[in-house]
């Protein structure tokens, strides 16, 4: 832990560990596929880190957006009334039913 013996600063090792962490995890998770996604990511969080007045502000409706958007996916698809499909048998359709 360099940054911690140079620094003192807990949090920052803290947070880099992680970062470093969810990286090196998601690689070996998903392999190539994790580069395009990741790159997002990144840019993403940089771009609120630089830009937003207050991050943690900006971090928490992103969070919220997100999450109201997975509801609404999750809802969606449910109001459309997917049904499982019948088996050949229950319907009397197929080869036996012939």
Known sequence: MPSLAATGDADAALAGFLALGASI??????????LAPYALIAAAVLL??????DAWVAFGLLFDLAAAGAVA???G???????????ARRSGAGPAAA
């Open 25 to 34: 995890l998601g690689a070996l998770v998903w392999g190539r596929r994790w």
């Open 73 to 75: 996916w999750v809802v």
């Open 48 to 53: 609120v880190l630089l830009l937003a007045p």
């Open 77 to 87: 698809t449910r109001a459309i009334g997917r049904r499982p499909r019948q088996s």
